[in-house]
């Protein structure tokens, strides 16, 4: 199971995320993810939102709803998570949510001192495929 986590408001991310598809012709983000949680809009099957708007990363909130709400992982089975990120708040909020963090250069984790936080660390997501197989 995957899920899109991001904690732009939904007004601007929305858009992005479907450009991007759109562009590399993958189809419906919607059909691609199981769960997508943006800043300000109601989570609900079959759409993307969250019901954390007021909690931005480094808040653990985003990955913690977008595990247990929108793919349905118990508490128990969080350490079966990891979430993939570039940016040092979002590094923070998985391990504050209890998962492993995988690190993608080209944000700003290692300026931001949270790469000890990191199970591993790629310089694209290439690389992180063979780690989650």
């Known amino acids: 199971r995957i899920g899109l986590v991001t904690s732009g408001l939904h007004e601007k991310a929305w858009p992005s995320i479907l450009s991007v598809f759109r562009t590399l012709e993958l189809g419906d983000p919607l059909d691609f993810y199981d769960c997508i949680i943006t800043a300000g809009t109601a989570l609900r099957k079959g759409q993307a939102g969250t019901l954390g708007e007021l909690c931005a990363k480094p808040h653990p909130f985003l990955y913690a709803e977008t595990a247990r709400v929108g793919l349905g992982v118990p508490p128990e089975r969080r350490h079966r998570v990891i979430g993939i990120e570039d940016s040092c708040a979002g590094v923070v909020a998985i391990r504050l949510a209890g998962f492993a963090a ?15 936080l990191l199970w591993a660390e790629c310089r694209d997501l290439t690389e992180v495929i063979p780690l989650l197989i």
């Open 102 to 116: 995988i690190g993608v250069e080209g944000g700003n984790i290692r300026a931001g001192g949270t790469t000890p």
